[in-house]
């Protein structure tokens, strides 16, 4: 059988759209308006720069009119800007929101010259993610050879489930924990050896933690294999997770085990002990 091929694409931000607001709306410590302003935020699309006001209606459950007044609102304090058809995009000001939030971030200001130094060791790509949710966020990479369909960075989200970063995390998670993604994941089949069930990734999970590493092998992409590594704190909870890609054709599974696992550890370790 053929797989049911799925383009892998880079997650947007979970929206906080209309339906959490109007549950929200009677308590008193909220601001509906700060709320809607947010979902407008998380609703521009990745690779669609524009989108109009009836689309972003449409994504977050909100009204023209509200989509309309928050859009005016970040207009004017320089975060949206309008073109000549009356779309929508953001603007070079909103990188200010996540750069106050990884400027405060010891790990991913530590994570950047550990990453260029394992990346240039390796020959590969190297990354830094933890877990939101059903996704990982990227809050470091060090680009060096490119072996995804899609351009990963700062901020780039992947589900959890067929993804090494991803698998490593959830394996730290408590065992309740786990049963409580597994209920709620939505499983995409993007390659015919992408696990799309909970009992096979159940049983991958207790083997990531058994091992300390996870290998995801052409699930998310076909072409691209990774390999990951938990960075823990001193009480042994995973906070993160380190990963080198590869393409299948150049490295084998037994190279990664071989050669990419030490230099994985050690980077982690060296990572881990800056957040002790």
Do not use: W
Not at 51 to 58: A, E, H, N, P, R
Not at 80 to 93: I, K, Q, S, V, Y
Not at 232 to 252: E, G, M, W
């Amino acid at each position: 059988m053929t797989a049911v091929a799925a383009s892998p694409t880079v997650r947007n931000i979970p929206s906080c759209g209309g339906e959490k607001v109007d549950r929200a709306r009677h308590d008193p410590n909220f601001m509906t308006s700060l709320a809607r302003g947010l979902a407008v935020i998380q609703a521009f699309a990745d690779r669609k720069r524009h989108v109009t006001i009836s689309q972003l209606s449409g994504k977050t459950g909100l009204s023209r009119a509200a989509v309309r007044r928050c859009l005016y609102t970040l207009r004017q304090l320089g975060f949206a800007g309008c073109d000549e058809h009356g779309r929508f995009f953001l603007r070079p000001r909103i990188l200010v929101l996540g750069h106050s939030y990884l400027s405060t971030m010891p790990l991913s200001n530590a994570a950047q010259p550990i990453l260029d130094h394992l990346g240039h060791l390796l020959h590969e790509s190297a990354s830094v993610a933890t877990l939101d949710d059903q996704d990982i966020i990227y809050v470091a990479r060090a680009h060096v050879t490119r072996v995804m369909a899609i351009e990963l960075g700062v901020g780039s989200r992947l589900p959890c489930f067929c993804t090494s970063l991803g698998r490593v995390l959830l394996a730290h998670l408590e065992p309740e924990e786990i049963e409580e993604y597994l209920r709620r994941v939505r499983f995409t089949r993007y390659t015919e050896h992408t696990i799309d069930c909970p009992e096979k990734l159940r049983q991958v999970l207790r083997l990531v933690r058994q091992n300390g590493y996870s290998i995801v092998d052409q699930e998310l992409e076909i072409g691209l294999r990774a390999m990951a590594v938990p960075i823990t704190t001193a009480n042994d909870q995973a906070v993160a997770a380190l990963a080198v890609s590869a393409h299948a054709q150049r490295v084998s599974i037994q190279q990664m085990e071989t050669k990419f696992l030490p230099h994985l550890r050690a980077a982690a370790q060296e990572l881990g002990a800056l957040l002790r």
